[in-house]
Nanobody
Framework: QVQLVESGGGLVQAGGSLRLSCAAS????????MGWFRQAPGKEREFVAA????????YYAESVKGRFTISRDNAKNTVYLQMNSLKPEDTAVYYC?????????????????WGQGTQVTVSS
C-alpha cells in the first residue's frame, strides 16, 4: 500500500516553470515505478512521465519531452516533476502515481496508486 500527496501546483505565465513534488508513504516506495499523469477539463487522463524504481530510466510523453524532467529521491520517498517552458495547454490537474508495472501497462494506469492531484494553470 502506498499513499501519495502532491504539492507545488499553482498559476504561472506561459514560459515559466514549476516543480511538483509527490511525497509517498510506505516502506516499499523504492520498489515502485513512479510517474505523473494529468487531466485537463473535458479530457481524459494522460500519461506525462515515469521513472524506474532506482531512477536510472525515465521516459516522457512526446508533448512534454525536452521541457519536463522527472526525478526521484528514494531516501526521501519523494518524486519530482520539474516543468519548464510551460504552455497554456499544460494546464491540468497533475496526479502522482505509483505502480509495479512499467511501460504501456503503467501508462494505462492499471493498478496504480494515485494521489489527490494538484492544479497547474498556465496563463497566456
Amino acid at each position: 500500500q502506498v499513499q501519495l500527496v502532491e504539492s507545488g501546483g499553482g498559476l504561472v505565465q506561459a514560459g515559466g516553470s514549476l516543480r511538483l513534488s509527490c511525497a509517498a508513504s510506505g516502506r516499499t516506495f523504492s520498489s515502485y515505478t513512479m510517474g505523473w499523469f494529468r487531466q485537463a477539463p473535458g479530457k481524459e487522463r494522460e500519461f506525462v512521465a515515469a521513472t524506474s524504481w532506482r531512477g536510472a530510466t525515465t521516459y516522457y510523453a512526446e508533448s512534454v519531452k525536452g521541457r519536463f524532467t522527472i526525478s526521484r529521491d528514494n531516501a526521501k520517498n519523494t518524486v519530482y516533476l520539474q516543468m519548464n517552458s510551460l504552455k497554456p495547454e499544460d494546464t491540468a490537474v497533475y496526479y502522482c502515481a505509483a505502480g509495479t508495472a512499467w511501460g504501456p501497462v503503467f501508462e494505462r494506469g492499471i493498478n496504480n496508486y494515485w494521489g489527490q492531484g494538484t492544479q497547474v494553470t498556465v496563463s497566456s
